[in-house]
C-alpha cells in the first residue's frame, strides 16, 4: 500500500491541484488581519510550495508549472492588497490632516474599498489640479 502511494506521488497522482480561485482565497487569507487565520493560511500556502518544489525536484513537471502558478497568483494578489491597503491609507491621511468630514470619509472609504486603484488615480489627479491651481498654471 506505501509503494502504491508513493508511486502515486511520483507520476503526480498525489499531487492535489487549486482551482485559481481557490489559491487566490487561500493567499488572501494569509493576508488577513486575523492572526490564527493568517498563520494557518500561510502554513498550508508554505506547505503546498515545498510539496510542489520536492515534486519538481524528482522530474514532475506538471509539478513545476504549478509552482510557477502559485507564484504568479501570489504576486497578482500582493499588489491587490498594497494597492487597498494604501487606499485606505490614503482615506485616514485625508480625514486626518485634509479636514474632511465624517460623511466624506464615509464615502471616501466605500470608494478606496470598492476600487482602490481608481480611487488613488482620481487622488492624485485632484492633488496635481490643487498644485496647479496654486501655481498658477491652470
Known amino acids: 500500500m506505501l509503494v502504491l502511494g508513493l508511486i502515486g506521488v511520483l507520476i503526480g497522482c498525489g499531487m492535489k491541484t487549486y482551482s485559481p480561485e481557490e489559491k487566490r482565497e487561500l493567499i488572501l487569507k494569509s493576508y488577513s488581519e486575523d492572526k490564527v487565520t493568517r498563520k494557518k493560511a500561510s502554513d498550508k500556502y508554505y506547505e503546498i510550495l515545498k510539496e510542489l518544489s520536492l ?5 514532475n513537471k506538471k509539478a513545476g508549472d504549478e509552482y510557477i502558478a502559485w507564484k504568479s497568483v501570489l504576486k ?5 492588497v498594497k494597492t487597498r491597503r494604501e487606499a485606505i491609507s ?14 466624506e470619509y464615509k464615502k471616501e472609504l466605500i470608494e ?13 489627479k485632484e492633488k496635481l489640479r490643487i498644485w496647479k491651481s496654486k501655481m498658477g498654471l491652470d
Open 76 to 80: 497578482k494578489v500582493s499588489k491587490e
Open 90 to 103: 490614503r482615506v485616514n491621511f485625508r480625514r486626518k490632516y485634509n479636514d474632511i468630514n465624517d460623511e
Open 112 to 124: 478606496a474599498k470598492k476600487d482602490p486603484g481608481a480611487y488613488l488615480e482620481r487622488i492624485e
Open 55 to 59: 515534486l519538481e525536484s524528482k522530474g
